[in-house]
């Protein structure tokens, strides 16, 4: 951790659940959920409510957080922040901030308690093998596409030991040994990706500007363009487990976009918010209901309206 720079305490504020958030996370039962000023919100009953983290030592934006297991958790934000949790996000500290490097983290990945991931501007890339407390930087690299620095939007697990990263300029990469080594998947577009998403096998998706989706059905050798019906960037993407509507896939967007598949990721309807505000993350939070966050703070969507849990769809 950097030291010489005051720290700072994200301060109480009323609104805050209704403020500009970026990423969310379930901590158990628990739903997390972080964003600007270094607000970080917890929910107990499916974010319903919300109140504030107790403690949170940073008032730097926080763009992503990620849960190992029901009470260790980590938060990553601009500036370089790294904030760790053992407790379901009541109380953090902080474990790395670099304020005059000016770049963010973007996003963060834990597979297990053990073994952390962080990626951000300029393709910077941290690692944690000891639960949080020591990160260490080192140089992303690809096979492939050596010593360049685009920026790394986001980064998925699709098993304890496969893992996606989406880039700028469309770049994709992927990696088989849990991020030791990475190898530059073909693009199907030149346009910067923000977000990849794993299906079950060997199902991925990939998604950017201007309404660009795209499917792979072989861990990202070859991609098809899927058609979405909106030129809004696309931002985050959620699954829903089997109940109402079985093997449901959720990609949302700017402009209140949220992109709904029934059929594993082949095809997409649009349900347009009325209100076009700008959704950033996405986690399901029951067999019908979808947890988004973004411009306009945390809210409920029902994906599946009139369609109890568990009862068969056509």
Not at 1 to 15: D, F, K, N, V
Request: hydrophobic share 40%; aromatic share 8%; with cysteine.
């Amino acid at each position: 951790m950097q030291h010489g720079w005051a720290e700072e305490i994200a301060e109480p504020a009323r609104l805050a659940s209704h403020s500009l958030l970026l990423g969310a996370a379930s901590a158990g039962q628990r739903l997390v959920a972080v964003g600007e000023r270094g607000h970080i919100l917890l929910s107990d009953d499916r974010g319903r409510s919300w109140r504030q983290a107790q403690s949170v030592p940073t008032r730097t934006l926080l763009t992503a957080v990620c849960f190992a297991d029901s009470q260790f958790g980590v938060a990553v934000g601009h500036d370089e922040v790294i904030l760790t949790t053992h407790d379901a996000g009541q109380t953090w500290a902080l474990a790395h901030f670099v304020p005059q490097a000016q770049q963010p983290l973007l996003d963060v990945v834990c597979p297990d308690a053990g073994h952390i991931i962080a990626v951000g501007a300029y393709g910077i890339y941290f690692t944690s093998q000891d639960g949080g407390t020591n990160w260490s930087e080192k140089k992303f690299e690809s096979a492939g596409d050596p010593g360049r620095d685009f920026h790394l939007n986001k980064i998925a697990a699709a098993t304890s030991t496969r893992l996606y990263i989406a880039a700028e300029a469309g770049h994709l990469y992927r990696s088989d040994d849990r991020g030791m080594t990475w190898r530059e998947l073909p693009s199907p577009y030149e346009g910067s990706f923000f977000g990849v998403k794993p299906l079950a096998g060997n199902v991925v998706l990939a998604y950017g500007l201007r309404g660009n989706l795209f499917r792979s059905a072989d861990a990202g050798a070859t991609w098809r363009r899927v058609q979405t019906g909106t030129q809004a960037m696309l931002t985050g993407a959620a699954t829903l487990p089997d109940g109402a509507l079985p093997g449901a896939t959720v990609v949302i967007g700017l402009s209140g976009v949220v992109l709904v598949s029934h059929d594993a990721g082949n095809s997409f309807s649009l349900m347009q918010q009325e209100d076009r505000k700008g959704l950033a993350a996405a986690l399901a939070v029951g067999c019908d209901a979808l947890l988004v966050v973004g411009e306009g703070g945390a809210r409920l969507l029902n994906i599946a309206p009139g369609v109890a849990c568990g009862a068969p769809t056509r």
